[in-house]
């Protein structure tokens, strides 16, 4: 079973970049990120498998996912980070190829392994 560890969460002011991390036992064939603020549900941030790549509205074309299979490693940088974006920070894994489909990738039921989350908040 895949055991996932988030780290490099904290605080920030907006305009600030954060870089997060998983480590992984085990490589899945879809990884993601996702966020869930205090009142608010869990949130898609990003998935990747091979070849796709998506990424939520909120924040396209300032989060970046990227995976390093030699270091068992997922992240997440995160640029031009706004209020908004404070949210506990999660990892997330299944097999299969689920995330590849559009209007599946952002939908928390489909992932089978989770990490214990990242705090990461945006303030000035």
């Known amino acids: 079973q895949a055991q996932l560890v988030e780290s490099g969460g904290g605080s920030v002011q907006p305009g600030g970049s954060l870089k997060l991390s998983c480590t992984y036992t085990?490589?899945?064939?879809?990884m993601a990120w996702f966020r869930q603020a205090p009142g608010k549900e869990r949130e898609g941030v990003a998935s990747i498998t091979i070849g796709t790549i998506h990424s939520g509205d909120s924040v396209k074309g300032r989060f970046v996912i990227s995976q390093d299979d030699a270091k068992k490693t997922l992240y997440l940088q995160m640029n031009n980070l706004r209020p908004d974006d404070t949210a506990m920070y999660y990892c997330?894994?299944?097999?299969?190829?689920?995330?590849?489909?559009?209007?599946?990738?952002?939908?928390?039921?489909?992932?089978?392994?989770w990490g214990q989350g990242t705090q990461v908040t945006v303030s000035s």
């Open positions: 085990s490589k899945a064939d879809c």
């Open positions: 997330a894994a299944t097999p299969g190829y689920m995330c590849r489909e559009g209007d599946m990738w952002y939908r928390s039921v489909y992932y089978d392994h």
